[in-house]
């Protein structure tokens, strides 16, 4: 992982224009988890494949993770990422725009360049470009989603089978490709992937409402101040009798309430519809499948699976 | 060419979500003269290549021109494009910056498909990304001098290279990289791209003052109104006296002015400093250095480049 660090650093070194290539190392720097490295590089672990080789594609999934971070704290106007100032705010809009598109670019450079044969680097490269155009898909479904009359709970679970589960699939499937491994363990990993993404997602949803706050570190209840259209509206919603369906819809019309009053009303629905625990379920559901995925992979030493085990269960019962 | 526009609608064909596909085909289906892939197939018939595989890199640089002109249009504020509303104006800003992002990775997934030895495909892919990232430098140059002091005239060349030469010149290599033609074809015929791009946009910026209302088509003198840093203003910057760049920078501070006045002045300047006929000579030295790249280039049937150097002269000697 250090690697990666000063592999982001000679990356934009002494490069012009500045305005380009300072908001880029801008965002690099800033860290993260770097979730989608590690599961490009606990993959190729996974299939013993090199490690050495995995920093390109690993670099290239976090560089596409950052260009989308980029893109969309424009259109979502945030003003803050990882407690700094996004991009198009410390810079501007088209600045931000730029920098995101010189990063997705550079992303398919890197990967391109992983030393590996050419057949396994056009694999990498058609799986780092449907991704991406996925992505894309799963943001504009998003969008679209805000003005929607009415969004089913299937739309909902496919654009963020978009938006968030295709990249750490894809990550996944990337370690899969380099090493060389079967086609059914590269599908198994990926849908592996799928399944933890989908989990990862309502987790962060479920936390949002349900989270301690002084453990989850940040404000709670944002997702319904911002009437934002998560699984937990969309169930109430379908669940709910026409009365706590038209209090729902009144208190996310768009219109100002007090935010307390606001959260405590939709909370009481929640409570009254059992949307914690249906939430949670379904995130159980998830984690089952990825697990019965990864009983489907082959390798010498299954030993080496019980980390992805531990990972879906963490993801699953994290509580920040 | 017909083959081209059949393959960019089943390229968006029901394809969802509607909000990121159809502001894409919106773009894609306008046209334009399809400049680009039309080197791309010039350059292959140029060294003996397979026109039919010519299909895919020519559709990704057409894919990866019009996603420059959608995430252009944004930064630009431009409201209308080949007569019609700009995706942001016909759809909003960030579906425009979605469309653009998908078109960008698309055009890579597209030109990964280009039948041919995987060595091939990774040479035609790298030269793709390059150009991207170069684009997306000398567009964020263009802007820095938006608001920069002082504009040297070499680094407004090196803008222009990278804004609009190297797209050029990166369709002509895509063509011998296609064809398996020798390294020094591949980057005399490169090179021949860059020196036709810059005649090209300085022709570009000639017409903007210069040309005959009739032909040209559309309004004279939209660069002096926006207080463009063309190289006719630089040029007359550098050339004038103390009171002429006073006078210029005067007319270019921002201030509102009448438009006539405004070019009367400024063209009464480039006048007394021979403007036109520099910037005509410039043109000329790029279509020499041009056509000199030409003799560079080896092949059995040296009748071919005949069309290379009409080109060259055709771009110089255009009306509109």
Redesign the interface.
């Known amino acids: 992982m250090e690697k990666l660090e000063s592999y982001f650093k000679q990356l934009v070194e002494h490069k012009?224009?500045a305005?380009?290539y300072n908001p880029i190392y801008y965002t690099l720097s800033q860290g993260g988890k770097r979730i989608r490295p590690r599961l490009v590089f606990l993959s190729t672990e996974l299939f013993g494949g090199d490690i050495e080789k995995a920093v390109y594609p690993a670099a290239a999934f976090e560089m596409l993770h950052n260009f989308t971070l980029i893109?969309d704290d424009?259109?979502d106007r945030a003003p803050l990422r990882r407690g700094r100032p996004t991009v198009y705010k410390e810079w501007n809009?088209?600045?931000a725009?730029?920098a995101?598109?010189?990063l997705?670019?550079?992303a398919?450079?890197e990967i391109?360049e992983t030393p590996a044969?050419?057949?396994t680097?056009?694999e990498l490269?058609?799986l780092l470009?449907?991704t991406?155009?996925e992505i894309?898909?799963g943001?504009?479904?998003d969008?679209?989603f805000e003005t929607a009359d009415s969004v089913t709970i299937e739309d909902f679970l496919k654009m963020i089978r978009y938006k968030t589960a295709v990249m750490l699939a894809g990550c996944l499937k990337a370690g899969a490709i380099l090493s060389h491994t079967s086609e059914t363990n590269q599908l198994a990993v990926y849908n592996y992937g799928i399944h933890i993404g989908l989990a990862f997602q309502l987790k962060d949803d479920l936390l949002d409402v349900y989270a301690d706050h002084a453990e989850f570190g940040k404000a709670i209840g944002g997702d319904i101040q911002d009437n934002k259209k998560t699984y937990l509206f969309l169930r109430a919603l379908q669940d709910g009798t026409p009365e706590q369906q038209k209090e729902l819809l009144y208190y996310f019309s768009g219109e100002s309430f007090d935010a307390q009053k606001k959260f405590n009303a939709v909370t009481a629905i929640y409570e009254q519809l059992q949307i914690k625990s249906k939430t949670e379920l379904l995130i159980e559901e998830y984690v089952q499948k990825s697990l019965s995925e990864l009983d489907k992979i082959t390798i010498d030493d299954s030993q080496k699976k019980e980390i992805f085990k531990q990972l879906a269960i963490e993801l699953s019962s994290r509580k920040k």
Chains 1, 2 share one sequence.
């Open positions: 012009e224009p305005n380009l893109h424009i259109m809009t088209s600045t725009i730029l995101g598109d010189a997705a670019t550079m398919i450079k391109l044969d050419s057949r680097v056009i490269s058609r470009a449907e991406s155009v894309c898909e943001q504009q479904k969008l679209d």
